[in-house]
């Protein structure tokens, strides 16, 4: 593993951001404020309002007084905000990146420019959508007209987290916005800037109170917004734990709720497939360009028992050529975890691999104490090696660089341990023979499998979870539909006798 030089310019005064609530940009009622850290340094970068049930109240009532005008724009008109925005997000992609970069600890060239503009393009993509919120009609003879409208809900309220925040929230407004709704999204308290980046060039085009950006801590701030009365849908991403929370939030009230959470990926490598590509792939599927900090992470590695040295040996030296450090550096491959917390979870995981007797270290391992590598929170990318499926790194989401790999000897068992988890989010496959792959894909409890692939999602693609890895589907129109309309069946007698 090659570490890139930290190019440490001196330690600037952080700066304030504000949130934006009704088309102003505004602190929170109490004043108080949160410190958004650059993870690869370990310094502050910004102080940001720490909102609360009062701020939420602010928001909530503001898009609650923009929805009647917005919901009564025509939808294509609506859409061609969007893609004004997305011209404006296309304008900004590298300060986005930057921004994004700094705060989220992702390398910017390996992911977070990725991130912008993939974020631009969802604008670009839900904006050409508002034709397409199209009813039906009923055939229920000839003197009667049955037919639907797709109704907007009325306000959304969205949470979301910090592995990819300006991509998550823009997956939030983009469709929200296109289908009528107005909106309080709150960031995640560790990566709010590019989001507030994003808010600033949507409130640009938008009236006040369409987009309500509010920021602060999960259950100061985001528990108000998940139990206010006034919000007709919660549309939340982030971990299964907080989900259930949300979800409870929304059955109290019986609002609809969509959940996009955690994931322990399977990815199943075939014996005809022991070649670099697919290492080029397994690596891709499994993220550690993004520190794994993914919820499609294919962090368990099944390895056909005929190729498994092999196929490790392969693993062990394409990642070991990958560079960790800076990650405002373009010369980085895999920047720093998010935070002091979810850098010492990751290491006790690491510490239990090496301490479990069965499990074999293939490469990684603790992170050293000295070093440039000890100045920020750069976790090694790790591959244990060991026979089982149902110790605990084979099973919890680790979020962190941490792969799992088990051998297998027939199909039927691969099939068996990759459905073995309360997770079912996504799965890649590996394999020249196209009836194996198809067999194992349909085979896979998944909401998304990829075979021979180990890419990020498209828009158009609708990507969400089985089992407790989700409700709902998002990226594509069908998620629009789902998640952000309500059908209304109207019925008409045509048969009234005429007045004389
Ligand atoms: P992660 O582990 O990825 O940070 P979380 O599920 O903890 O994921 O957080 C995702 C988002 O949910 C963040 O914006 C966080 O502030 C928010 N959050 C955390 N706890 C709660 C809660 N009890 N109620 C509402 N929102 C919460």
């Not at 992702?106 to 034709?131: H, K, M, P, V, W």
């Not at 929304?250 to 590509?277: F, T």
């Not at 990684?364 to 070093?371: D, Y």
Request: aromatic share 6%; net charge neutral.
């Amino acid at each position: 593993m090659s570490v890139t030089e930290q190019t440490r310019p001196a330690a600037s005064k952080p700066r304030h951001q504000q949130m934006l609530i009704d088309g102003a940009w505004v602190d929170a009622a109490s004043g108080a404020t949160l410190t958004v850290d650059n993870p690869g340094r370990r310094t502050p970068v910004a102080t940001i309002p720490r909102g609360g049930a009062e701020d939420v109240n602010r928001a909530v009532a503001a898009a609650q007084k923009a929805f009647p005008a917005w919901s009564r724009t025509p939808p294509r008109q609506r859409g061609r905000l969007l893609l004004r925005i997305a011209e404006a997000l296309e304008a900004r992609i590298e300060e986005m990146a930057r921004t994004i970069a700094e705060e989220t600890g992702n390398a910017i060239r390996t992911q977070a420019r990725g991130e912008a503009t993939l974020t631009a393009d969802i604008f670009r993509y839900f904006g050409g959508l508002g034709g397409e919120l199209k009813g039906e009609t009923i055939p229920l003879g000839e003197n009667v007209l049955s037919y639907t409208r797709r109704e907007p809900l009325g306000v959304v309220g969205a949470i979301i987290p910090w592995n990819a925040p300006v991509l998550l929230g823009a997956l939030k407004i983009a469709p929200a916005l296109c289908a009528g709704n107005t909106l309080v999204l709150k960031a995640a308290e560790d990566a709010p800037l590019g989001v507030l980046l994003m808010a600033q060039v949507c409130q640009e085009f938008l009236p006040p109170g369409v987009v309500n950006v509010i920021t602060g801590l999960g259950t100061e701030c985001g528990g108000p917004l998940a139990q206010h009365p006034a919000i007709m849908k919660l549309s939340f991403t982030g971990s299964t734990e907080v989900g259930k929370v949300i979800m409870r939030a929304a059955a109290e009230r019986i609002v609809p709720v969509s959940l996009e959470l955690g994931g322990k990926s399977p990815s199943i490598v075939y014996p005809d497939a022991d070649e670099d590509w697919v290492v080029d792939g397994v690596i891709a599927a499994m993220r550690f360009t993004r520190q794994s900090q993914s919820c499609t992470a294919g962090s368990r590695l099944f390895l056909h028992q005929d190729i498994f040295d092999s196929f490790l040996d392969k693993l062990t030296r394409k990642t070991q050529a990958l560079k960790l450090g800076d990650p405002l550096d373009e010369a980085t491959d895999i920047g720093s975890i998010i935070n002091e917390k979810q850098f010492r979870k990751v290491c006790n995981y690491v510490e239990e691999g090496l301490h479990r007797k069965d499990a074999r270290l293939v490469f990684g391992g603790l992170p050293p104490k000295e070093g440039p590598l000890a100045q920020g929170y750069f976790a090694m990318p790790t591959v244990f090696a060991d026979t089982s499926n149902d110790w605990r790194l084979a099973r919890e989401e680790i979020f962190g660089p941490v792969l799992v790999a088990i051998p297998w000897k027939n199909e039927d068992d691969a099939i068996r341990m990759a459905n073995d988890s309360h997770y079912g989010l996504a799965a890649y496959v590996w394999t020249h023979e196209i009836g194996s792959g198809l067999r194992a894909a349909h085979a896979i409890e998944s909401g998304w499998v990829q075979v021979n692939q180990g890419l990020g999602q498209q828009p158009g693609h609708s990507y969400g979870g089985y089992k407790q890895s989700g409700i709902g589907r998002e990226f594509s129109l069908e998620g629009m539909l789902d998640s952000f309309t309500q059908r209304k069946n109207v019925t008409v007698n045509l048969t009234v006798p005429s007045r004389a």
